[in-house]
C-alpha cells in the first residue's frame, strides 16, 4: 500500500494526516565499536598469550609433570634467588643516584639541555649494545681495565654479577632520573617556596618537603627499574657469565630443541608471577604515599651558586660516565680489530659499507617498524579515549596496557609463539600470522604500553567542552571524534609515533641485524 | 596552522594506507609468490652467507628470485615446515647439521629426487683424515653441501702475553696451565658443542671422556649461551681458548684479529652440512637447480668464500686467502673423527643431565 510523504495534501488541497514512516534505524556508534574492537585486540596480544603459558604451566605441574624434573624446583630456587638480588641490587643503586641527579637538575640547573641529552643517551639503545660496551670497557682487556693496570689496579672479572649488574645500572640510570625528574617537577612551588622561607636549608627542604611528595614517583621509578633488570636477557647472555637468572634461562632453554620442552614455559609463568606481584606491591605503596593537592606546579629552584657547582661537577660526572661506553661503541664500528691491544689497530668503514651493501636486514627493521607503528598508535588511540571515559572496561584497559612493561618481553614472546604453535596446530593459521605477521604482532604488544601512556595523558589535557558544544549542536559522536577531538591530538599521534618507532627499531634492530647462529 | 593539521592529517593517512598496504602482503616476503619466477628458502645459514648466496645464485640464474629466510636453526626448520606440511611455502631447505635432515627426511618433510640428477659425478661418500663423510640420501631426499671442522680456537697474542704455550691436542685443553682461559658454549643449546662432545666420548670412550671433562670444566672461565658470544670473545682475546667450528675463527681471521686454529692429534670432528627439496614444493624445478647449484663448481666457490669447506676437489675461495680446500684438509689434518648419529642418540640424555650440572656449577 503505498503511503503518501508526510506535508503533502490530497488533489482538494486539504492536507493530509502524517504517515508514521519507517522506524528510526538505531545509529551506530562507531567510536564505541572501534573501543570496543582495540579492547578486544588488547586481550588477544597481551591475554592471550600470558594466559597461554600460565594454563600451560598449572596443567603441567597438576598433571604431575614435575616428576621427571627433580632437579627442576632447586635450580629454579638458585635462579630466582639470583634474579631478585640482582635486580634489587641494581634498583637500589640505580633510585640512590637517580634521586640527586633529578634533585640538582631540576632544583639547581633548570633541566640544562645539554646534560639531559647526556643523562638519557642510553635509552635509545638496547642493553645487548650496553652489554656489549662493558666489555669493550671493563673486560679483561677492556680499555679502563688495561689503564688501571698500568696503574698497578687490577679489576675484578666482569663476568658474572658485577658485569650484568654495572650493565643494567649504566643502562637503567636514565629510565630512574626521567621518572623521579618527574615528580620533583610536579612538587607545588608554594609548598617548598614556604619551607625556604621557614627557615630550612635545601637539603632539609627536599628531604622533608619534595621528598614525601615525590614518593609514588620514586617508587615508581624503583618498579620500572626493578622490572627491566629483572627480565633482561640481552646483558646477561653476555656478560653474565656462571650467573644464571630466570629470562635468560627461559630463552636460551626455549630456543633450544635439545632441552626438556617444559621448562621454558614453567619458568616463563613463574617470571609473570614474580612481577605482576612486585606491580601490585608498589601499586599499593604508591596509592599510600600519594598525596593531592590542587595547586599549579612551577618548579621551585635554589638560587645557590655553590648548589649549582655542586650540581654540574655531579651530573656532568654522571652524564660523561654515560657517555663514554657509546663512544666506546662507535669507535667499535669504525674499527677494523679492536682488542687486546688498547687502541684499535686501524680505522675503516668497512663494516658500514657492508651493511650498505646488505640492505635487507635494515629494510625488514624498517618495515617492520613502519608497519608495527601505526598499529600501536591506532590501537593506542582508541585505548586511550575508553580509558579517558571511564568505567571498568576502561579501567581494565588502563591496567591490560601495563602488563607488557611489567612482563619480561622473552615471556611475552614465548606465549606468542606458543599461542601461534596451537593455532598451526588446529590448522587455524592464516598468511598473516607468519614469519613477519608473527613479529610484527609480537613488537605492537611488547611497544603497546608506551603510545597508551601518550594518548591517556593527552586526552586527559583535552577540554571537554569542546566536544559537548559539537555534539549539542548536532554532530554525531564520530564527527565530533573527528573533527574536534582528533585535531588536538595530532602533536600526541606525532610524539607516540615517534617514540614507538624508536622502541620497536630497538628492539628489532639488533635482532635482525645480526648474523644469526652457525651450529 | 591550517596547512600543519592538514600537514598531520596527510601524514596519519600515509600512515594508514602504508600499513594496510604491507598487512596485505605487498612489503613483507611471505612466500605467496608468483609461481616459477620466486624460490622460498628456509635456511639456518647466518644473514651474511644467505645474502651473498641469494646474490650470486640470482646473477647466474637471471629469472629467479629467492627468498631466504635465514638463521632459523635446525629444528625450527624442521617444525615450520611440519606445521606447513598440508600446504608447503617453502621450496628448499637448507643449512643445518646432517641429523637434523635425516629427521625432517623420517618425518616425511623432504622431497625423494635423483641424486645422479642433482649430485651428478659426485661420490656416495667423501674420504678424508681415515673416515668416510655421506654425501646424500639413498633416495636423494638431503645433499651436503660444506662442512666446518671442529676444531681448538686460540687468540695468539693474548696467549704470547699469558706466556702459555698453544694447545696441539684436546688432552692439552685440560692443563692446569690454562685453568681461566678456556671457554666453551653449552651442549644443552649448542648443536656444535653438542657435537663436539659426542666426537670427544667417541675419541676418548666412555669412561675417559668424563674424568677429563671434570679436569676441564676446572680450567673454564664459563659455559656461554650464546655460540656467536663465544668467538667475539676468542676474537677479541677477552677469553683466549675455546673450541668449535675453525669457519668462524677463520672469518676472524680474515677480519684481521690475531686468532688461529689447532687441529688436535686426536682427531677434529666434521660438522657436515645439508639441504634437501621440501615436499610438495611449490617450485620443485627451481628447488633442484637451486641445489645443483650449490654442487656446482660456482656454487662451492661461494660457500668457500664464506669459510665452509667445499665438498668438491680442487675448489679454492676467491674472496680470501684461507685454504679449505680439500687438498688443503688433507694435507693439514692429521685425523678427522665423523660423528656417529647412533652414539649421539644414545647419549644425548646423559650429556644433557651431566652438562645440566656442569653449567649450574652443581658439578665444581
Redesign the interface.
Same mark, same amino acid.
Given at each position: 500500500m503505498h503511503t503518501p510523504p508526510a506535508g503533502r495534501a490530497d488533489r482538494a488541497g486539504r492536507d493530509l494526516p502524517a504517515a508514521p514512516g519507517p522506524p528510526p534505524v538505531p545509529r551506530v556508534d562507531f567510536l564505541r565499536v572501534a573501543e570496543i574492537l582495540a579492547a578486544a585486540c588488547l586481550v588477544v596480544l597481551v591475554i592471550v598469550p600470558l594466559a597461554a603459558i600460565l594454563v600451560d604451566s598449572v596443567t603441567l605441574v597438576a598433571s604431575g609433570g614435575l616428576g621427571d624434573l627433580p632437579d627442576f624446583l632447586p635450580h629454579l630456587m638458585r635462579l630466582t634467588r639470583n634474579s631478585l638480588f640482582l635486580a634489587g641490587t641494581v634498583t637500589i643503586v640505580v633510585v640512590g643516584l637517580s634521586m640527586p641527579l633529578a634533585a640538582f637538575m631540576t632544583r639547581a640547573l633548570r633541566e640544562n639541555s645539554m646534560l639531559k641529552l647526556g643523562l638519557t643517551l642510553p635509552l635509545l639503545a638496547p642493553p645487548f649494545v650496553s652489554a656489549f660496551a662493558t666489555i669493550v670497557l671493563f673486560g679483561r682487556v677492556g680499555v679502563v681495565t688495561q689503564v688501571l693496570a698500568r696503574i698497578g689496579i687490577v679489576m675484578p672479572d666482569i663476568y658474572g654479577f658485577l658485569g650484568i649488574a654495572v650493565t643494567h645500572v649504566m643502562h637503567l640510570l636514565p629510565l630512574a632520573y626521567l621518572t623521579i625528574a618527574a615528580g620533583l617537577q610536579s612538587v607545588p612551588r608554594a609548598v617548598e617556596e614556604s619551607a625556604i622561607s621557614l627557615g630550612s636549608s635545601p637539603f632539609q627542604a627536599i628531604t622533608r618537603v619534595v621528598l614525601p611528595y615525590a614518593a609514588p614517583h620514586v617508587y615508581m621509578a624503583a618498579l620500572l627499574v626493578f622490572l627491566a633488570s629483572f627480565g633482561d636477557v640481552g646483558a646477561p647472555l653476555l656478560v653474565g657469565g656462571q650467573y644464571l637468572v630466570l629470562p635468560t634461562e627461559a630463552f636460551t632453554r626455549f630456543i633450544s630443541f635439545m632441552v626438556d620442552r617444559r621448562v621454558p614455559v614453567l619458568l616463563s609463568s613463574w617470571i609473570v608471577l614474580i612481577s605482576v606481584c612486585v606491580m601490585f606491591a608498589v601499586r599499593a605503596l604508591m596509592r599510600r604515599t600519594a598525596i593531592a593537592h590542587t595547586f599549579t606546579a612551577t618548579t621551585y629552584t635554589y638560587d645557590a651558586p655553590r648548589l649549582r657547582v655542586v650540581g654540574a661537577v655531579f651530573c656532568g660526572g654522571v652524564a660523561l660516565i654515560l657517555f663514554v661506553p657509546y663512544l666506546a661503541i662507535l669507535v667499535s664500528s669504525v674499527a677494523t680489530v679492536w682488542g687486546p691491544d688498547l687502541l684499535p689497530r686501524a680505522l675503516t668503514f668497512d663494516h658500514y659499507q657492508a651493511l650498505w651493501r646488505s640492505v635487507g636486514p635494515l629494510r625488514n627493521s624498517l618495515v617492520i617498524s613502519g608497519v608495527a607503528t601505526p598499529l600501536a598508535v591506532l590501537l593506542a588511540l582508541a585505548i586511550g579515549r575508553l580509558v579517558r571515559e571511564g568505567g571498568r572496561l576502561g579501567a581494565a584497559m588502563d591496567f591490560l596496557t601495563l602488563l607488557p612493561f611489567v612482563i619480561s618481553g622473552v615471556v611475552l614472546g614465548i606465549g606468542i609463539v606458543r599461542v601461534y604453535a596451537q593455532l598451526e596446530a588446529a590448522g587455524l593459521t592464516v598468511a598473516l600470522l607468519s614469519g613477519p605477521g608473527l613479529l610484527v604482532i609480537a613488537m605492537v604488544s611488547r611497544r603497546i604500553p608506551y603510545p597508551v601512556r601518550v594518548m591517556n595523558a593527552s586526552f586527559m589535557r583535552i577540554d571537554r567542552s569542546l566536544e559537548e558544544c559539537s555534539v549539542s549542536l548536532g554532530a554525531s559522536s564520530a564527527t565530533t571524534f573527528a573533527r574536534v577531538t582528533l585535531p588536538q591530538l595530532y602533536p600526541a599521534i606525532l610524539a607516540a609515533s615517534t617514540i614507538t618507532f624508536i622502541q620497536v627499531i630497538r628492539e628489532l634492530g639488533p635482532r635482525s641485524l645480526s648474523t644469526g647462529r652457525v651450529g | 596552522m591550517k596547512r600543519?593539521?592538514e600537514g598531520?592529517v596527510r601524514?596519519?593517512n600515509v600512515? @594508514?594506507v602504508?600499513?594496510v598496504a604491507?598487512?596485505l602482503?605487498a612489503?613483507?616476503? =611471505? !612466500?605467496?609468490a608468483a609461481p616459477s619466477r620466486r624460490l622460498v628458502v628456509y635456511s639456518a645459514?647466518?644473514? =651474511?652467507f644467505t645474502?651473498t648466496l641469494k646474490r650470486a645464485f640470482e646473477a647466474e640464474n637471471p629469472g629467479i628470485t629467492v627468498d631466504i629466510?635465514?638463521?632459523l636453526?635446525?629444528?625450527?626448520m624442521i617444525?615450520r615446515l611440519d606445521?606447513e606440511r598440508?600446504s608447503p611455502?617453502a621450496d628448499v631447505m637448507h643449512s643445518g647439521?646432517v641429523f637434523e635432515f635425516i629427521e625432517a627426511a623420517k618425518k616425511g618433510l623432504l622431497a625423494p629426487t635423483r641424486p645422479r640428477d642433482i649430485a651428478g659425478v659426485f661420490p656416495a661418500h667423501l674420504f678424508l683424515g681415515g673416515s668416510r663423510i655421506p654425501l646424500f640420501d639413498a633416495q636423494g631426499r638431503w645433499y651436503v653441501w660444506g662442512y666446518?671442522l671442529g676444531v681448538i680456537g686460540y687468540?695468539r697474542?693474548?696467549l704470547a702475553?699469558l706466556r702459555l704455550p698453544v694447545p696441539k691436542t684436546w688432552s692439552d685443553l685440560a692443563n692446569p696451565v690454562y685453568k681461566g682461559q678456556v671457554v666453551f658454549n653449552?651442549?644443552?643449546?649448542?648443536?656444535?658443542a653438542? =657435537?663436539t662432545i659426542v666426537a670427544l666420548y667417541q675419541i676418548m670412550g666412555p669412561r675417559a671422556v668424563w674424568a677429563y671433562w671434570d679436569r676441564l670444566n676446572e680450567n673454564l @672461565?664459563?659455559?656461554s649461551?650464546?655460540?656467536?658470544?663465544l668467538y667475539t670473545?676468542v676474537?677479541? !682475546?677477552?677469553?683466549p681458548i675455546s673450541f !668449535?667450528?675453525a669457519?668462524?675463527y677463520h672469518e676472524g681471521q680474515v677480519? !684481521?684479529?690475531?686468532v688461529d686454529v689447532v687441529y688436535p692429534s686426536e682427531g677434529a670432528w666434521v660438522?657436515a652440512t645439508a639441504m634437501g627439496v621440501v615436499q610438495g614444493a611449490p617450485n620443485p624445478e627451481a628447488a633442484s637447480l637451486f641445489i645443483k647449484w650449490i654442487l656446482s663448481p660456482s656454487g662451492q666457490i661461494h660457500s668457500a668464500n664464506q669459510f665452509q669447506n667445499p665438498i668438491r676437489a680442487g675448489i679454492r675461495a676467491t674472496e680470501h686467502n684461507v685454504d679449505l680446500s680439500i687438498e688443503a684438509v688433507v694435507r693439514q689434518v692429521p685425523k678427522i673423527v665423523v660423528v656417529d648419529l647412533a652414539v649421539a642418540e644414545q647419549i644425548?640424555a646423559d650429556v644433557?643431565r651431566r652438562f645440566?650440572a656442569y653449567?649450574?656449577?652443581r658439578a665444581r
Open positions: - | 600543519t593539521r598531520y601524514l596519519a600512515a @594508514v602504508l600499513a604491507l598487512i602482503g612489503g613483507l616476503p =611471505n !612466500g605467496h645459514a647466518p644473514l =651474511n645474502e629466510l635465514a638463521g636453526g635446525g629444528e625450527a617444525t606445521a598440508a611455502r647439521a666446518s687468540h697474542d693474548r702475553t653449552m651442549p644443552q643449546l649448542s648443536s656444535s653438542f =657435537n @672461565v664459563f659455559y649461551r650464546s655460540t656467536s658470544a670473545l676474537g677479541r !682475546g677477552e677469553i !668449535g667450528t669457519r668462524s677480519r !684481521g684479529q690475531a660438522f644425548r644433557m645440566d653449567t649450574s656449577g
